[in-house]
């Protein structure tokens, strides 16, 4: 069994979502990369279900048919407590306050992949 921390990420843009799994991988970390909030919302479901230890969801705040935001609610009222990080381009403040309200950290796109990287360590770290 793999033992590096597992990340969910949740990114429609296909070309961000490798660059960001690839730079989360490269520093020790296992990615599980989905395109929609429907697909996140499946994918930790089953990585739940079949006892995979999930260490950070990573989202884009929009996306089509169900946004980051959205996929986080349905989670946490399913009693999903993993840390989350938000991504947008729109971080308004009804958008932090969103987040913050899910006790989630919000980074502004675009963002550094050393920012991305700090984030989840700070998110991981007890």
Not at 29 to 37: D, E, K, N
Not at 46 to 75: C, F, K, N
């Amino acid at each position: 069994m793999d033992q590096r921390p597992l990340i969910a990420l949740a990114e429609d843009n296909p070309q961000l979502r490798a660059l960001l799994a690839t730079a989360l991988e490269t520093v020790g970390y296992r990615v599980i990369q989905v395109a929609t909030g429907e697909h996140l919302v499946a994918a930790v479901r089953r990585l739940i279900e079949e006892g995979e230890p999930l260490r950070v969801i990573i989202t884009d705040v929009r996306m089509p048919t169900l946004g980051g935001l959205e996929a986080a609610r349905l989670l946490r009222e399913a009693g999903h407590e993993t840390p989350l990080i938000f991504m947008t381009a729109f971080g308004d403040a009804w958008t932090r306050s969103q987040a913050a309200e899910l006790g989630a950290m919000l980074l502004d796109k675009p963002l550094s992949l050393n920012v991305l990287r700090r984030a989840v360590t700070l998110a991981i770290t007890p």
